[in-house]
């Protein structure tokens, strides 16, 4: 009887694990190319990307060539975030302030995000929507901070991908850029 039951238990469990082995790759042909946090595409090296193009009776409009589809855009240019629903409707649009470290321009998606951590400034921060790494392995995201010096710019010696919003975007850019929604940076 011993024999027939670990029979069992080993045809299960070859079963359970060809079972995952099996969804883990359906999973994998479906993900985005550059979920992992690196910009879909990228101007030629050297070449400088051209601005997107912007209505001047309105300069917090949604640019012109920001993407399609439920998206957060980021100017770098223009140090603004708007947030587009599915229907190309901006539901928020607002300044914030960069660190030191820009992303290249591109399409990006967000691979994490922290509730409330430390930024590498040493300031707390909450709300924090990572959507890129560097090649030396700094952060690129969205984060607000919430203890004092929060209005300071900062430290030109610490490189920091964190680009600061205020609380109340913050809570908005959270609600909104949840795992896997694509990250738009234009010029």
């Known amino acids: 009887m011993a024999g027939t039951s670990s029979g069992i238990v080993a045809g299960l ?3 359970a694990v060809g079972a995952v082995g099996l969804l883990a790759y359906q999973a994998s042909a ?3 190319p ?3 946090g690196r910009p879909a595409s990228s101007p030629a090296p050297g070449a400088a990307a051209a601005k997107a193009p912007r209505d001047q009776h309105h300069p917090t409009a949604l640019p012109n060539s920001s993407g399609t589809g439920e998206r957060v855009v980021y100017s770098v240019d223009d140090d603004r975030v708007w947030l587009v629903d599915e ?3 901006v539901e928020r649009t607002f300044p914030v302030r960069p660190g030191n470290i820009d992303p290249p321009v591109g399409a ?3 691979t994490s995000r922290s509730k409330a951590v430390t930024g590498t400034d040493g300031l707390p ?3 924090v929507v990572r959507f890129a790494t560097t090649k030396d392995g700094s952060a690129i995201g969205f ?3 919430t203890g004092t010096g929060t209005g300071e710019p900062p430290d030109p010696l610490v490189r920091t991908g964190g680009i600061r919003e205020t609380r109340a975007d913050g809570n908005a850019m959270w609600m909104f850029a949840t795992i896997g929604v694509k990250v738009m940076v234009i010029r």
Do not use: F, K, M, N
């Open 13 to 15: 469990t070859a079963a």
């Open 30 to 32: 479906t993900v985005p």
């Open 34 to 36: 550059d979920l992992g």
């Open 87 to 89: 229907r190309e409707r």
């Open 108 to 110: 990006y998606w967000v």
């Open 125 to 127: 921060i909450e709300h």
């Open 143 to 145: 984060s607000a901070a």
